[in-house]
């Protein structure tokens, strides 16, 4: 099978409003946009649903001591602030999943930290590293020679060559020395390309880790080196009518060494996206 190196989509998304008056901050959420106004006067507030998600994220660090820690990356440039609340989505969702974080910046190969530590019950804990690959990767070099990088992430209507396959593999990679294999692990992707890598659905990261093609070659599951990994988490947080919620599409290493495999019924318990049957013929991408 031939898989093309790229897809090229057209984005036309609306760009949200500064800070409306109408949008009601919780204490924390206030604090911080007084600390850090030149960053939280963007878009990410403009709408009630994305306030209320920041309060309550906030208080979730807040009840754990943790706040303080997160804080300066909070009001400092808005790409930390935007990896940073990733961090805390990924550790509020683990909780929320039943797998609560036992330790924050904790070492498994030194001399690197990964995000959590968090708990598998029964005494077992994982290891969880969190990425956050961000739109401006994806631009080219003519777009970063114009200071494209610099405007607003959707700029009105745009045509652009999309990888979701490279972007996973790229990802997985830069974290893989962060990890001994001597314990469960599991590399999450809340990354902020145009196109979110979870909206792609199931196809790009079942190439890019588990299946084979001649356009990409062997998903990096099947290479040894890869083994320490035990799973990868694509993860994404998106808006309804009940707020901002989270999904995301977990898949397991199966050559994983015993001692780093993610037990299934926990990948099982983060995943909300149905798994597709490998068994079934009909699957387009097979």
């Known amino acids: 099978m031939v898989i093309r190196n790229t897809r090229r989509v057209t984005i036309e998304l609306p760009r949200r409003a500064a800070i409306r008056p109408s ?10 946009v007084n600390e850090g106004a030149a960053i ?26 943790e706040l303080n820690r997160f804080r300066p ?6 790409q930390q602030r935007d990896e940073a609340l990733n961090e805390i989505r990924v550790a509020y969702f683990l909780d929320r999943s039943g797998c609560p974080v036992v330790g924050w ?3 498994d190969a030194a001399p690197y930290n990964v995000e959590f530590e968090v708990s598998l019950g029964q005494g077992a804990n994982a290891f969880v590293e969190v990425k956050s690959p961000g739109w401006e990767a994806e631009l080219s070099r003519l777009e970063l020679d114009q200071g494209r990088a610099k405007q607003e992430k959707y700029a009105g209507i745009e045509s652009r060559a999309a990888s979701p396959i490279e972007v996973i593999r790229r990802t997985v990679k830069k974290a893989l020395p962060k990890f001994t ?16 890598l979870g909206e792609w659905g199931w196809a790009p990261p079942m190439m890019a880790l588990i299946l084979g093609s001649q356009g990409y070659g062997d998903g990096l599951f ?17 808006e309804n009518d ?9 898949i ?13 019924d926990v990948a099982a318990g983060i995943c909300t996206e149905p798994a597709p049957d490998l068994t079934d013929p009909n699957l387009p991408w097979l």
């Open 242 to 250: 009940t707020g901002v919620n989270y999904a995301s599409i977990c």
């Open 23 to 32: 949008v009601n901050f919780g204490p924390l959420t206030r604090q911080l």
């Open 252 to 264: 397991t290493n199966p050559n994983a060494m015993p001692s780093a495999a993610l037990p299934a």
């Open 40 to 65: 939280w006067g963007d878009s990410y507030l403009a709408r009630q649903s994305y306030a209320d998600e920041c309060e309550r994220l906030l208080s979730f660090l807040a009840a754990r001591q």
């Open 105 to 107: 910046e904790v070492t």
């Open 181 to 196: 294999g001597n314990a469960p692990s599991l590399i999450v992707i809340a990354d902020d390309c145009f196109v979110s």
């Open 73 to 78: 990356r909070l009001v400092s440039r808005r």
């Open 222 to 238: 099947r290479n040894p080196d890869y083994s320490k990994v035990g799973a990868v988490c694509l993860f994404r947080e998106r």
